[in-house]
Structure formats: C-alpha cells, structure tokens
Nanobody, 117 residues
Framework: QVQLVESGGGLVQAGGSLRLSCAAS????????MGWFRQAPGKERGFVAA????????YYTDSVKGRFTISRDNAKNTVYLQMNSLKPEDTAVYYC??????????WGQGTQVTVSS
C-alpha cells in the first residue's frame, strides 16, 4: 500500500492558479501510476489527470487540457497538479490516487479547491 496526503487546496478566484501536491510514502511509489480525481458537490467522482511511473505518459480529461499539468518527482515521492486559468466549475474536492494495475487502490483524504467568480 501507498499512503497519500494531498495539500495545496484552498480558495482562489476565477482565472487564478493553484498547485496541488500529493506526498506519498511506501516502497513501491516509483512503480505506481498516479492520478488526480475530483468530486464536486452532488456529483460523482471523476478523472482529472494521470501520469505513468516514468513521467513520460500523461492523460487529462478534456475539460482541463491546456490548463492543468500533472507531474511527478519520484525522488521526492510527490505528484503535483498545476492548475491554471481556474474556473468556478473546477470547484471540487481533489483526490490523489495510486494504482499498479487497472484500478486505483490507494487514495488520499482529499483537498478542497474552491474557485470563486
């Protein structure tokens, strides 16, 4: 298992930027695909971005392409989500997750991101 702790959430006005961090502990972190998900009030949790263990493959949901950037630093056991040009519809609890296979087994506690108009 990998333990994940998100940080960096907060309140930001529309058009602003925020960087989320996910600190991981566990001996297999460097071998995990890491992902970011979010859940807005009254909605199901959805995929935001993912990055392969090597950092070479990145995936984004269409609504954040060109605005969000996922990255990882395996030496620091940390994955990041740089969020630019934030919109009110980005408001959600953001979760960091890790997987080795087809499913994400390890999840952080979430960090709240609120984007005001």
């Amino acid at each position: 298992q990998v333990q994940l702790v998100e940080s960096g959430g907060g309140l930001v006005q529309a058009g602003g930027s925020l960087r989320l961090s996910c600190a991981a502990s566990g001996r297999t972190f460097s071998g995990y695909t890491m992902g970011w998900f979010r859940q807005a009030p009254g909605k199901e949790r959805g995929f935001v971005a993912a990055i392969a263990w090597s950092g070479g493959r990145k995936y984004y949901t269409d609504s954040v392409k060109g605005r969000f950037t996922i990255s990882r630093d395996n030496a620091k056991n940390t994955v990041y989500l740089q969020m630019n040009s934030l919109k009110p519809e980005d408001t959600a609890v953001y979760y960091c997750a890790a997987r080795q296979g087809s499913i994400y087994d390890d999840w952080g506690q979430g960090t709240q991101v609120t984007v005001s108009s």
